[in-house]
């Protein structure tokens, strides 16, 4: 079945500095990724949409210039958190789609910790 | 905002089927109703999906009325191992299609 590999699952970083996430589709080509936020206790929140080879496409009050999206080959999707602050740390979770009718499979998430 | 509504949790007991309800009396002709899990922690899993017919598999039966305006996910014989968040989502098929998650229905299943 469809498998999405996301990297690392969990990191500390310390304030300030930047984080990257690795989401991969293992096998499947991934024409669609989303990255989704989780806060304790809550839901996913959807963050952005992510199309290869295009920009990707942000969910209203999502600040692009903090979460930078590549998405720049077909089984490849990057989230980096560009000078993290304590108020970032969340569980980021991924998922990956193709063209055709496959559902939505999701990575495991990233916790990230920013002190 | 989420376009369909659970109750927040549920129990049921270990073994027994667990009947976990969803409404989504705007649903569209074209948007499917899926749904997945949460267990703590981890990323969402798939577990059914379904346009109008009822749909089984290895997982979870999905029953949908007929006017498609409510579902019925349930898991035959629930185990401790079942204890999670379900979702209940409807989404329209296609790569650029998002899922827009709600609160989710928590199941406790209990020995």
């Known amino acids: 079945g469809a498998v999405v590999s996301q990297h690392p699952s969990w990191v500390i970083c310390k304030s300030g500095t930047s984080v990257k996430i690795e989401c991969r589709s293992l096998?499947?080509?991934?024409?669609?990724m989303f990255w989704y936020r989780q806060f304790p206790k809550q839901s996913l929140m959807l963050m952005a949409t992510?199309?290869?080879?295009?920009?990707?496409?942000?969910e209203q009050g999502v600040e692009k210039d903090k979460f930078l999206i590549n998405h720049a080959s077909l089984t490849l999707s990057t989230l980096t958190v560009t000078s993290a602050h304590p108020e970032d740390s969340s569980f980021y979770i991924c998922?990956?789609?193709?063209?055709?009718?496959?559902?939505?499979?999701f990575g495991n998430g990233t916790r990230l910790t920013v002190t | 905002d989420a376009k369909t509504t659970q109750p927040p949790s549920m129990d049921c007991a270990e073994g027994r089927a667990a009947n976990l309800p969803c409404n989504h009396s705007?649903?569209?002709?074209?948007?499917?109703v899926y749904w997945y899990r949460q267990i703590h922690s981890q990323g969402p899993q798939y577990i059914i999906h379904?346009?109008?017919n009822n749909e089984t598999n290895e997982m979870a039966s999905l029953i949908i009325t007929e006017d498609r305006k409510s579902s019925t996910l349930i898991l035959p014989h629930a185990t401790l191992r079942d204890t999670a968040v379900y979702y209940c989502?409807?989404?329209?098929?296609?790569?650029?299609?998002?899922?827009?998650f709600g609160k989710g229905i928590t199941l406790s299943v209990r020995p």
């Open positions: 998922s990956a789609s193709d063209r055709g009718p496959l559902p939505l499979h």
């Open positions: 096998d499947f080509q991934a024409t669609t």
């Open positions: 379904g346009l109008k």
């Open positions: 705007t649903i569209s002709g074209n948007e499917y």
């Open positions: 992510s199309n290869e080879g295009s920009k990707a496409t942000y």
């Open positions: 989502i409807v989404r329209v098929t296609g790569a650029n299609s998002k899922l827009t």
